[in-house]
């Protein structure tokens, strides 16, 4: 079976702060792809990054940060100096490799980030 | 160009009608979804379409019938709806979920549905 589970369920803090948004995940395949979008307040989701299960590398894009740990099925994303446009929900999702259900997200509950002028 | 299209933006319907959402993706992607969204919650899946044929049902109540005319267009045609139906509908494509690596969903802006 496939989780992801998003601890925080809101967070706030204030303009150029640095946040982390935890994503924690269960699976039992060994090939699988882990993914970050965010949700603005007009309800599209925004895709973030992709991860591939062999791919431990951690990834910086401008001032979003990602740091993939196998070893303790962790996905984890930190945006450097917050801005308010970074207000939004942002949601951790797993997908399998292959299989019957190939096609799916398995999504966390999502995070509310509130970033303050 | 990576943009999913949805109309309309905003739908009110009552109980007895019949109304369609649509859906359109220029990428040349394969694969494409159905979503519905509650308030505070995740995304949840409705129905995948491959190749133009549907693969996935997540058991959706027949008052819903997606449609896949062309790998471009997807509908959602919605017939004698519930309240509780009321929610935000999302589309979405991706590559190719038969190639191996799996590709990233692309979403549209969505639908919010209110059914009186």
Same mark, same amino acid.
């Given at each position: 079976?496939?989780k ?19 994503c924690?995940?269960?699976?039992r395949?060994?090939?699988?792809y882990?993914?970050w979008y /965010? ?12 991860r591939?299960?062999f ?9 979003y940060s990602?740091?993939?740990? /196998? ?10 100096a %917050?801005?308010?446009v970074?207000s939004?929900v ?9 299989? %019957? ?6 999504f ?10 | 160009?990576?943009?999913?299209t949805q109309t309309p933006k905003?739908?009110?319907m009552g ?12 990428? =040349?992607?394969?694969a494409?979804?159905w979503?519905k ?11 995948v379409?491959?190749y ?5 049902n997540e058991?959706?109540p ?6 896949c005319?062309?790998s471009?267009l997807?509908?959602l045609?919605l ?6 139906d009321?929610?935000? +509908? ?6 190719d979920?038969?190639? =191996?690596? +799996?590709?990233?969903?692309?979403? =549209?802006? =969505? ?5 009186l």
């Amino acid at each position: 079976a496939q989780k992801v589970t998003q601890a925080q369920t809101e967070i706030s803090v204030v303009e150029k702060e640095d946040v982390t948004l935890d994503c924690v995940y269960e699976t039992r395949d060994t090939t699988y792809y882990l993914f970050w979008y /965010k949700q603005p307040p007009s309800g599209e989701l925004v895709f973030l990054i992709r991860r591939n299960s062999f791919d431990e590398q951690n990834e910086i894009s401008g001032r979003y940060s990602w740091n993939f740990q /196998k070893s303790t099925s962790s996905f984890n994303f930190t945006i450097t100096a %917050s801005q308010v446009v970074d207000s939004a929900v942002y949601f951790c999702a797993l997908s399998k490799h292959r299989g %019957s259900t190939l096609g799916r997200l398995y999504f966390g509950r999502g995070t509310q980030l509130t970033v303050w002028p | 160009d990576t943009e999913v299209t949805q109309t309309p933006k905003h739908l009110v319907m009552g109980m007895t009608n019949k109304k369609s959402l649509k859906c359109e993706q220029h990428m =040349g992607h394969r694969a494409m979804y159905w979503y519905k969204q509650k308030a505070k919650k995740p995304p949840e899946l409705m129905f995948v379409y491959s190749y133009e044929k549907l693969s996935i049902n997540e058991s959706v109540p027949s008052r819903f019938s997606p449609e896949c005319p062309n790998s471009s267009l997807l509908n959602l045609h919605l017939h004698a709806l519930q309240p509780e139906d009321s929610a935000l +509908y999302l589309c979405a494509s991706s590559q190719d979920p038969l190639a =191996g690596d +799996y590709n990233e969903q692309f979403f =549209g802006p =969505g639908t919010r549905l209110t059914v009186l």
